[in-house]
């Protein structure tokens, strides 16, 4: 059974870092695609950061670039997200995703709000 599972989050000021961690379970993280994407209340949702397959390859929205890394820990079989120089427009919840063929599955979410 396929499960993703998130941890990390939180309540920062603005400037701050916080990490989010997807740990996966039920298949290898490694040889899928994964993403992370964000909700804000009353928005829709966002794709934020792309990993491929490889690793070795990245996407990142506009309005992360700089200040989010995505990576992967195959021994952990996990997928971070690393976000540094937070802002409030941060402000939302976040998913980590990843899908095949069966379809798509998503973390629980995982709140994230950055104060001013």
Do not use: E, I, K
């Given at each position: 059974?396929?499960?993703?599972?998130?941890?990390?989050?939180?309540?920062?000021?603005?400037?701050?870092?916080?990490?989010?961690?997807?740990?996966?379970?039920?298949?290898?993280?490694?040889?899928?695609?994964?993403?992370?994407?964000?909700?804000?209340?009353?928005?829709e949702r966002e794709l934020v950061a792309v990993l491929n397959i490889t690793g070795g390859i990245t996407h990142y929205a506009d309005s992360v670039k700089g200040r989010f890394t995505i990576s992967r820990d195959d021994a952990k079989n996990t997928v971070s997200l690393q976000m540094n120089s937070l802002k409030p427009e941060d402000t939302a919840v976040y998913y980590c995703n990843t899908w095949d063929h069966n379809g798509s599955?998503?973390?629980?979410?995982?709140?994230?709000?950055?104060?001013?």
């Open positions: 059974q396929v499960r993703l599972v998130q941890s990390g989050g939180g309540l920062v000021q603005a400037g701050g870092s916080l990490r989010l961690s997807c740990a996966a379970s039920g298949f290898t993280l490694r040889n899928y695609v994964m993403a992370w994407y964000r909700q804000a209340r009353g928005m599955f998503w973390g629980q979410g995982t709140q994230v709000t950055v104060s001013s």
